[in-house]
């Protein structure tokens, strides 16, 4: 089936207007026979006729009339998608899609997604929770734009994976427990343990950290959410190890926060695919590495 171009629905909307095949053409800055070609290949297409001359006055027909109704329509969409596409190439608007783990997404991402809606509010950013693995494998196949991964990970060939933030790791511990200045694995292994569950980077490096002292505590459960981590911390369940960036607020007056030895750190990085990068996914880039630290 032939479509129908929207140069000929423009010069059959021109001539509904001005009622003229000759004002139409200058308007469109079309030579006549161009327009009468137009019009011929609708009627042709269409199987019918498009216009009729009253008093000296070109008008659509009832068929034309339904035609001309539907071809503003389509030319406005037109139109329209030209501007969104342009505000997108421009980075004034688009869609960003960004995978991150929920150690990132619970206080780092609120404060970059803060700061883009106050610089470029008509920008969309999709957040995906996901693991690292599983972002670095949505990224390589192009379902994100932008991954927010534990380090270190081993390269992948299509993405740059660049070190972001290094966050201490802290204790986190009920208030109302006594507790030391600096938490030790032998001090810590004793007490009830909340801690994240084994997907994540951050579960094997404090296993590392309670084995540098020949401890392999068993949690008395698992998360991997570390806002709930924490609140079952204020109630008093158990004792945890969090990283905490500086520029979040101190955890609830129900927990305390303790140094640890020996340190620990966890270490995040930007993952995106290499190459020509889209000025929206620029700017989200940019934000968060307003947040990189240490």
């Not at 501007?83 to 004034?92: A, P």
């Not at 032998?186 to 007490?191: E, I, K, N, T």
Request: aromatic letters at 4%.
């Amino acid at each position: 089936m032939r479509e129908i171009s929207l140069d000929r629905l423009r010069t059959l909307v021109a001539i509904a207007d001005l009622g003229s095949f000759a004002e139409a053409a200058r308007m469109l800055n079309l030579a006549p026979p161009t327009v009468s070609l137009h019009i011929a290949d609708l009627e042709s297409r269409v199987g019918g006729k498009l216009l009729s001359r009253t008093r000296g006055r070109v008008q659509p027909s009832a068929i034309g009339e339904t035609l001309v109704e539907r071809a503003r329509r389509l030319l406005a969409d037109a139109e329209q998608a030209l501007e969104d596409v342009e505000r997108q190439v421009q980075g004034l608007a688009g869609r960003v899609r960004l995978g991150a783990s929920t150690g990132a997404i619970a206080q780092l991402l609120p404060q970059a997604l803060e700061t883009l809606s106050q610089h470029h509010p008509a920008i969309d950013v999709q957040v995906a929770v996901l693991t690292s693995q599983d972002t670095l494998k949505k990224l390589a196949e192009g379902a994100l734009e932008i991954g927010l991964v534990a380090l270190p990970q081993a390269p992948v060939k299509g993405l740059r994976i660049e070190p972001w933030r290094r966050d201490p790791v802290m204790a986190f511990l009920p208030a109302r427990r006594e507790c030391p200045e600096v938490v030790t694995p032998a001090w810590l292994a004793a007490q009830p343990l909340i801690l994240n569950d084994t997907t994540t980077r951050l579960s094997r490096l404090t296993s590392e950290w309670f084995a540098s002292d020949g401890h392999q505590p068993t949690p008395r459960i698992q998360l991997n959410y570390n806002d709930a981590i924490k609140s079952l911390v204020a109630a008093g369940y158990g004792a945890t190890l969090l990283p905490h960036e500086a520029s979040t607020p101190l955890p609830d007056s129900r927990i305390v926060m303790r140094p640890i030895q020996p340190l620990l750190w966890r270490q995040l990085g930007i993952a995106h695919r290499a190459g020509d990068i889209e000025r929206p996914t620029q700017h989200v880039l940019d934000v968060l590495w307003g947040l990189s630290a240490g």
